[in-house]
């Protein structure tokens, strides 16, 4: 039997602290393709539709998908920018109701609107009000997501990737198709459950490569092979969201009595309770950091990561108080970046690659978080559309621009300037304009974990510092209205 399977992927993670709203445009930066167009961008990378649609043709599905969309982490996504892609996914679905047998979506599962604090469980809200109580919806997941309850009773299987750095997408989205055809297949009948508890987020943010998440995989990867067990996902929450249900949750999707599987979920959120205090990374002053660049002699780079300038957090990528520290401290033989400052890299492109120029470089954004401009000469060494092709294990294969783009040598240090936030994940972000990280005695990135994929096969020490920016570990700093109360670490001493 042939069944016919709509697919999708629609993904946001929203800093609602963030002055940068997340409108259709933003979608449009950082891609929105349509049916075929997006199967032919996406199709062999590390990528949700990729596995989709590696199980679609393992089981001869017919595919209809509708749209790839994502945009860099920001402000809330507005009204029109959600209700013309996402009304694109439901209107498919009416569509072709009467034939479909299932659906499945490529989601981050933190996605916030500008009149909703769940764009997830809106999307599958409207799915099921179109498609009614029994099609079998099956999701994917970032591990960052905050699931809620309406999530949970809108879809019936929901499954996080495993690591962080993501480098699981196509292997988690071929687990969520093979579920998908058992209960296309009239074999089961799925659900999905969740604990959660009061915490923004898990410890150390989900982080997969050390610390307890790594036994914690290990444990839920065992009892999905329980009777009855489909699916664990611990997903390490996005803190940056000020909404009622945010936080860690333990996902099972299960296919029977649900009691055996609550309790595990329950004792999985027990142990991240318990390790609420067990924070992994030492989070250096740009000071701390910029000293230990300074004596750093080791035969590979430094790689020191500004974790609070994350724009793959909805930071804004501008924060320059790290590589004042760094200037000022004299490093040298470094590179640095992203900085991202559309009105710097319009003027570099203004001017000839050897001018000698007067910059007032980032800050431009909210001065606040991360410092305002700094007042620098810079040589400019080389411009560029900010167009490249990945090879990592996270953009293998994907295309990927930061928009106008230049190169500048500000004494020691040579410094990416780019127009589109993003964080670096991959070394051609820094290789396609002419900067070998590998080749500098200091590398100053902006990035939270997903560097470490391909940063750290390349250096000889890591270490990471709290810049004051957008996404500072100091959560005393933001003004969360919305949270429920008490919560930790905004509560430090409460208790269950």
């Known amino acids: 039997m042939t069944f016919r399977v709509l697919t999708a992927e629609f993904a946001h993670e929203t800093n609602t602290f963030s002055v940068r709203k997340t409108d259709y445009d933003a979608f449009t930066v950082e891609g929105v393709r349509f049916g075929e167009d997006a199967i032919r961008a996406r199709s062999e990378a590390n990528t949700e539709i990729a596995g989709f649609l590696d199980i679609g043709r393992k089981h001869r599905w017919a595919v209809q998908h509708v749209v790839s969309a994502g945009a860099e982490p920001a402000g809330p996504v507005t009204r029109d920018a959600f209700d013309r892609i996402g009304g694109a996914i439901v209107q498919a679905a009416k569509d072709c109701k009467g034939s479909l047998d299932g659906i499945l979506l490529g989601l981050h599962g933190a996605m916030v609107t500008d009149f909703s604090p769940d764009g997830e469980g809106e999307l599958l809200e409207r799915l099921r009000a179109v498609v009614g109580p029994d099609l079998p919806i099956a999701v994917t997941l970032d591990p960052h997501a905050n699931v809620t309850a309406r999530m949970c009773e809108h879809a019936n299987i929901l499954i996080s990737f495993k690591t962080y750095p993501h480098i699981d997408m196509r292997d988690i989205a071929r687990h969520a198709g093979e579920l998908l055809q058992r ?43 329980a009777p009855g067990a489909l699916a664990v996902s ?78 793959g957090a909805g930071a804004y990528g501008d924060a320059t108080s790290l590589l004042r520290a760094l200037l000022e401290a004299g490093v040298d033989d470094a590179c640095f970046g992203p900085i991202v400052d559309p009105e710097t890299a319009l003027q570099l492109h203004r001017s000839n690659v050897g001018d000698i120029i007067q910059l007032a470089l980032g800050g431009k954004t909210d001065r606040r978080f991360g410092g305002g401009p700094l007042d620098v000469t810079a040589k400019l060494v080389r411009i560029s559309d900010g167009k490249l092709v990945g090879d990592g294990a996270q953009l293998g294969g994907l295309e990927f621009s930061f928009g106008p783009t230049a190169v500048v040598q500000i004494d020691g240090i040579t410094v990416l300037v780019v127009t589109e936030p993003s964080q670096m994940r991959d070394l051609q972000q820094f290789r396609a304009f002419g900067i070998d990280p590998a080749r500098h005695r200091v590398v100053g990135l902006k990035s939270m974990q997903h560097f470490r994929a391909a940063f750290e096969p390349i250096a000889g020490k890591v270490i990471v510092c709290d810049s004051g920016a957008l996404c500072t570990m100091d959560y005393a700093r933001m003004p969360y209205a919305n949270v429920p109360r008490p919560i930790f670490p905004l509560d430090r001493d409460m208790a269950l």
């Open 234 to 311: 611990i997903n390490g929450a996005f803190p940056n969201a000020d909404i009622p249900e945010v936080g860690p949750t333990v996902l099972v999707t299960y296919d029977g009595d649900h009691a055996p599987h609550q309790a595990f979920a329950e004792a999985m959120a027990d142990k991240i309770w318990d390790n609420r205090f067990n924070v992994l990374n030492t989070f250096h002053t740009v000071e701390e950091a910029a000293e230990i660049a300074r004596q750093y002699t080791g035969d590979r780079p430094l790689i020191v990561a500004d974790y609070a300038d994350n724009p």
């Open 183 to 225: 209960t296309m297949a009239g074999e089961m009948r799925p659900k999905t459950l969740l604990a959660r508890r009061p915490m923004l987020e898990e410890a150390n943010a989900g982080r997969t490569d050390v610390g307890p998440m790594v036994d914690w995989i290990a444990e839920a990867r065992t009892y999905e092979q």
